[in-house]
C-alpha cells in the first residue's frame, strides 16, 4: 500500500509540471519524449539491479501492455490535462478504477470485499462532484473535450494494466516497468517517423530550461508513478492497487492552488473529502 500511495503522490506532482511544460510542448511530442527519458533512466536502472530472462507470453503481454497504457493512454492524458487541469483530470480518472475492478473480477478473479467496493463507490462519487463545475460558463465546451479525452485516457491504462498484471506473474516490478516504457516509446517513435511528425514535435526542446525541467518531470513519474504502480499491483489485487495509486487528489488539491494558482472551490473540497473516505474504507478492507 506505501507503494501505491506513493506513486499517487508521485503522479500529483507530475502532473502539476506536465501541465505547465504541455503550454509549450503538444501531447503526443510529451509521450514519445517522456518515454525516451524514461527508457534511458530504467536501462541505467537494470544495469546494477540485473536483467532476467522473461517468458515469450509474459514478454508479449507487456508489450501490448505498454502500447494501450503508454503510447495511447499517456497522449490521451496529456491532451486532456491542458482543458481539464490536474485536480480535475485525476479525479475523471478514477472512473478507471470502476472499469479496473470489473476487469479484475472477469479476466484475473479477484473478489474484493463489499466494504472495498463502497470504497470505490465513494470514490467515483467524488468526480461528479467535481467535474460539474467544469461543465458551465464559457469552459463547457473546453470541459466535455476534456473529458472525453480523459476517459480514452482512463480506458487504454485501465485495460493495460490488467494485462501488465498477467506479464508481472514471472518478472520483477522494474523490468516490467523498462519493458513497457520501451513499447510504448517505440510505438510514438514510429507513429510520428510514418506521419512525418518528429521534427515538429522536437522543435521546442531546444529551449535548455525546459530540458532541464522536463527531465525533472520524467524522474518523478518515471520511478514515482510507473514503477511504484507496478510494485503495487504485483503484491496486492489490481483493484485495490490501482485506487490507493489513484489518490492524487488528495495530494494535488493544494499544490495546484500553490503553483497553478487554481482556485479552491466546495465542490473540490467535497470531492476530495469523499475520495478520503473511500480510500479509508479501502485501506481498512
Not at 492524458?77 to 491542458?82: G, K, R, V
Not at 462532484?129 to 476534456?146: M, R
Not at 526542446?205 to 514503477?227: E, H, M, Q
Not at 489513484?246 to 469523499?274: N, Q
Request: glycine residues 10%.
Amino acid at each position: 500500500m506505501g507503494a501505491a500511495l506513493g506513486s499517487a503522490a508521485s503522479w500529483a506532482v507530475g502532473s502539476i509540471l506536465f501541465k505547465q511544460l504541455g503550454e509549450q510542448i503538444s501531447p503526443l511530442a510529451m509521450t514519445l519524449a517522456k518515454g525516451g527519458v524514461s527508457v534511458v533512466l530504467l536501462g541505467a536502472t537494470l544495469i546494477f539491479t540485473g536483467y532476467n530472462g522473461i517468458q515469450q507470453q509474459a514478454l508479449l503481454l507487456l508489450i501490448f501492455s505498454g502500447l494501450l497504457g503508454i503510447s495511447l493512454g499517456d497522449s490521451f492524458f496529456f491532451e486532456a490535462l491542458q482543458d481539464l487541469g490536474p485536480h480535475a483530470l485525476v479525479l475523471l480518472l478514477m472512473v478507471g478504477e470502476v472499469l479496473t475492478v470489473i476487469l479484475a473480477v472477469v479476466f484475473l478473479g479477484e473478489t474484493p470485499t463489499l466494504l472495498a467496493w463502497l470504497g470505490i463507490f465513494l470514490v467515483v462519487l467524488g468526480i461528479a462532484v467535481v467535474l460539474s463545475a467544469k461543465l458551465s460558463g464559457e469552459k463547457q465546451a473546453s470541459g466535455w473535450k476534456g473529458i472525453a479525452f480523459g476517459l480514452l485516457s482512463v480506458l487504454c491504462m485501465s485495460v493495460s494494466m490488467i494485462v501488465a498484471k498477467k506479464g508481472l506473474e514471472s518478472v520483477s516490478a522494474i523490468q516490467a516497468t523498462f519493458i513497457r516504457m520501451l513499447s510504448g516509446t517505440t510505438g510514438m517513435l514510429l507513429f510520428g517517423t510514418f506521419t512525418q511528425r518528429l521534427g515538429r514535435w522536437m522543435i521546442p526542446f531546444r529551449d535548455p530550461k525546459l530540458i532541464y525541467f522536463f527531465l525533472l518531470s520524467v524522474s518523478i513519474v518515471t520511478f514515482g508513478g510507473f514503477w511504484l504502480s507496478l510494485v503495487a499491483i504485483k503484491y496486492v489485487d489490481v483493484a485495490i492497487a490501482n485506487t490507493l495509486s489513484s489518490t492524487e487528489p488528495l495530494f494535488i488539491l493544494p499544490l495546484a492552488a500553490i503553483f497553478l494558482k487554481e482556485k479552491i472551490v466546495f465542490r473540490s473540497v467535497l470531492g476530495t473529502v469523499m475520495t478520503l473516505i473511500g480510500i479509508v474504507f479501502l485501506c481498512i478492507s
